[in-house]
Structure formats: C-alpha cells, structure tokens
C-alpha cells in the first residue's frame, strides 16, 4: 500500500481562511449564516496529474489515468482516497494508456471506461471499452463501441450504460451519436437520440434519472486540426432515457469546457468546478497564444437547481484548477489534481469540503 499521507502532519489541516470568509460572504449577502465548512487540504495524490478520470465506489474515490507532465505524457497509474482516513491507495494499473475518458460506475463494484485518446499527446482516439472490478482489481475488455470516439461521455443510469458526443480519428470534429448498452448482459451498443450540438469536453452527471451535459467544445484541436477557434460552450441539456429524448435546460453562467472530471450530482443540484473558458474570437486567441495565457484554469465553483433550473454561483476555489477530478463520498467533497497553469502545471494537491452544509445553507435561502 502507498500513501501520501505521510509526513504532513497536523499542519496538512489547517483552516483555510481565505474560502472560508468568502463562502461567508456568500451567504451573508444571501441573508444566512455561513455553515462551519470550508475547502480543507488533505493528503496530497501520490503523483501530479491533468485530466485524471475519477470514479466513487463505496467510500473511495478513485483517479484513473490522465497525464503527468507537461509534455502530456500518458499515465496508467490508479490511486484511490478514503477522506475519513485521508489515505490514499495504490491499485494496479489501467491494461493501456488512456485518456479522455469520463468512467462509469456501475453496482457499486464496476468501473466503465469507453473510447478516449491512446497514448501520449497527440493521440488516437479508440473503440476500446474496458471493465475494472474494483473487488479483485482484475481488468477486463468488453464490447468495443461502434467507432472510435474520446472526450465524449460515459454514464450508467437506469441499469443501461450511455456513451455519446467526442471526438472521432481526426481529433477536430465532434459527433453526435448515442450509443447505449446492458453492462450485465453486454452483447452490442444500440442506437438512441443523438446529442443535440455535437461536442467533446463536456461534463454531465445523473439525477432522478436523468442525463445532464454542460459546457464543452466544438473542434477538440480547432478547425482543421490547428490550435485557434477553440472556444468553449455554454449550453446545457438534458437527456430523458424513458423518452429517449434531449430538450434545452437554462445554460451555464458563462462557457466552460475541462470540467467533466470535477461535475456530480447532489442533494438535488449538478455541481460543477474548475475547468477552462476560452473567450470567443480569433483575434484573441491569437493573442492569448501569443501571450502564453491560453487554456487557463478557472477557479469558480457553481451549482445548477434542478428543481426551478436556476444557477448559483458559491465561493471562489483554492486555486485555479485546469481538468481536475472530484467527487463527492458520503457527504465529502474530494478535488484533487488538475493544472494549476493550465495543462503545463499538473498537480497532487487535494482538498475536501463538507459539501451537505452548504447544501442546506443554500436550500434555506
């Protein structure tokens, strides 16, 4: 077993002030108390990585994958973190380098990987599907889907698995196909609606039975395979599996995309944190690449209202955080990884949040 706990000590916990006063302010302008949380630093990841795909199952969270340096090196490594303990584990490692793959979780035990981009940057993206049993750490292929795709979504809901979107071979064009697929009985991906806006880095989570996609771009490497014309997405949808139908929900606050590691579902809301927005125009990006200053983090941290389709935006995060992963365990919200200068500054640091006392401090509103 590897930690990195080890060595940090009582001082890897201190309060953290700075989000701590400005979640207060939050809720004293929203006329509440604050609740008694705040991002906490934990043990840090036993290695630094960007774009690390993360999965919960029972009371650990689990990092597969991603890259390690800023050359984009692939990483096949897996750690997973009990926040009760604040102690992370070794695991056997992914069977190939994949990245930009969003898991699935299925009975609690499984964790699905589809597709993504093989190897190193730049790589290819695969069909490939992979099943990892997180009881006997034995990895296993399964039926591959009907075209390589990477940067779409992974999702289980209703007892069917649910890939859509990405990007195919060449990398700078987006699809729309929806593919679903019985992980107990998994003889062949079928058909379903497909998205809406065809796109790649886009988030989305499950609730009351239901699929929601924020954000994500258009042209994973630009257009025609070149860095500019990049921007990022504001839109939101909403999947119904009984229906088999997509419909518009309200949109993010403002475009976002490398945020499928860090959005979940919880306590009747979509949360989402981190990630990147590319300002729109070619002009600027230009200029942003020039300037060294482009694919930068965000450090906002928001939440979507199921219940009446509205946006909040909370306290500002500890960093910048550039395709970080997060989860919530229990009650506990777990960040860990993600650039700190984008992709050229990949991290270990961790926190946690008491994520059910801001809940309730904004249901009280």
């Known amino acids: 077993m590897r930690s990195g706990a080890g060595g940090a000590g009582a001082s890897r916990r201190p309060a953290n002030l700075w989000?701590?006063?400005?979640?207060?302010?939050?809720?004293?302008?929203?006329?509440?108390?604050?609740?008694?949380?705040?991002?906490?630093?934990a043990?840090?990841?036993?290695?630094?990585?960007?774009?690390?795909?993360?999965?919960?199952?029972?009371?650990?969270?689990?990092?597969?994958?991603?890259?390690?340096?800023?050359r984009l090196r692939e990483t096949l490594e897996i750690y997973s973190y009990d926040p009760k303990a604040d102690e992370w584990r070794t695991h056997p490692d992914m069977p190939v380098g994949t990245n930009h793959v969003m898991p699935a979780v299925v009975e609690d035990r499984y964790i699905w990987i589809a597709g993504g981009f093989r190897g190193s940057h730049p790589g290819t993206a695969?069909?490939?599907?992979?099943?990892?049993?997180?009881?006997?750490?034995?990895?296993e292929e399964q039926v591959p889907l009907p075209a390589p795709r990477a940067s779409g979504a992974l999702v289980h809901v209703n007892g069917r698995l649910h890939f859509f979107g990405g990007a195919g071979l060449e990398r700078h064009v987006s699809y729309p196909e929806h593919w679903t697929l019985d992980p107990r009985a998994?003889?062949?991906?079928?058909?379903?609606?497909?998205?809406?806006?065809?796109r790649a880095h886009f988030a989305a989570a499950v609730a009351n039975g239901k699929i929601y996609v924020l954000g994500g771009i258009h042209h994973h490497d630009g257009l025609d395979g070149v860095?500019?014309?990049?921007?990022?997405?504001?839109?939101?949808?909403?999947?119904?599996?009984?229906?088999?139908?997509w419909e518009e929900i309200p949109r993010l606050p403002a475009p976002r995309s490398h945020m499928e590691g860090s959005t979940f579902a919880y306590g009747g809301r979509i949360w989402t944190l981190g990630g990147r927005n590319n300002e729109p125009g070619l002009f600027v990006e230009i200029w942003e690449e020039v300037?060294?200053?482009?694919?930068?983090?965000?450090?906002?941290?928001?939440?979507?209202?199921?219940?009446?389709?509205?946006?909040?935006e909370l306290q500002t995060l500890p960093r910048e955080l550039y395709a970080t992963?997060?989860?919530?365990?229990?009650?506990?919200?777990?960040?860990?990884?993600?650039?700190?200068?984008?992709?050229?500054?990949?991290?270990?640091?961790?926190?946690?949040?008491?994520?059910?006392?801001?809940?309730?401090?904004?249901?009280?509103?």
Request: glycine content about 10%; some cysteine.
């Open 19 to 41: 989000a701590a006063a400005g979640l207060a302010l939050l809720l004293a302008a929203c006329g509440e108390a604050p609740p008694e949380t705040a991002f906490v630093p």
């Open 43 to 70: 043990a840090p990841q036993p290695m630094a990585r960007i774009a690390s795909a993360p999965a919960v199952v029972g009371e650990r969270i689990y990092f597969l994958g991603g890259f390690a340096d800023p």
């Open 126 to 139: 695969t069909d490939a599907v992979f099943r990892y049993d997180t009881v006997t750490e034995r990895w």
């Open 186 to 198: 998994p003889a062949a991906w079928v058909p379903a609606a497909p998205m809406p806006e065809p």
């Open 227 to 245: 860095t500019l014309n990049r921007d990022d997405l504001d839109l939101a949808h909403r999947y119904d599996p009984q229906s088999d139908s």
């Open 291 to 312: 300037a060294g200053l482009d694919d930068r983090g965000l450090d906002v941290f928001l939440s979507y209202r199921i219940a009446d389709g509205t946006w909040r």
């Open 325 to 365: 992963g997060a989860g919530v365990v229990g009650d506990t919200l777990v960040i860990s990884g993600g650039g700190l200068d984008a992709w050229r500054g990949p991290s270990d640091l961790t926190w946690t949040l008491d994520l059910s006392a801001l809940a309730e401090a904004l249901e009280r509103r």
